[in-house]
């Protein structure tokens, strides 16, 4: 492999000079990563550019893999914070709906969707859509009525 020119080293020593990962900057790094910031965030926070950072990154592997872990920082508060607020029913009954869908969750069954298509044309006409010429939409045909619809705007 050919020796790299005077150039070439100067270049690489201006970029490890400029590129410098500091205590502070490792700090910094904590503390962003710990509010599980972007990537534009974290090079905005800390002045520096996606380059500069994947540099990093490539560079101290294992520090940036501590702090990828504190990305979950936030989850565990916010998992603290609903744990804390059990004693109100409504938060329970929240966190069962979720925690526990199949036991507690909202089952479609549970969802009562009843559709009055004269109401909802109704409402499309108030709002200045144009009605349906001749059709009862009850006894239309789904896609027929869509195609009604469509036809409808296009004319």
Request: aromatic residues 8%; proline residues 5%; contains cysteine.
């Amino acid at each position: 492999m050919a020796r790299p020119t005077k150039k070439e080293q100067t270049a690489r020593k201006i970029s490890k000079a400029v590129s410098k990962l500091t205590p502070e900057a490792v700090q910094k790094l904590e503390q962003v990563f710990a509010l599980d910031a972007s990537l534009k965030e974290i090079c905005f926070y800390l002045d520096i550019s996606e380059r500069t950072f994947y540099n990093w990154k490539e560079r101290n592997v294992e520090l940036f893999q501590r702090l990828e872990a504190l990305r979950e920082k936030p989850v565990l508060k916010a998992r603290g914070t609903i744990i804390s607020s059990l004693d109100d029913p409504k938060n329970s009954q929240w966190y069962l709906e979720h925690k526990k869908k199949a036991e507690f969750g909202v089952k479609p069954a549970d969802v009562n969707v009843n559709v009055n298509i004269a109401q909802i044309l109704d409402t499309l006409e108030g709002n200045g859509l144009p009605a349906l010429k001749s059709a009862d939409p009850a006894i239309i045909e789904q896609e027929e009525f869509e195609d009604a619809i469509h036809e409808q705007h296009q004319g």
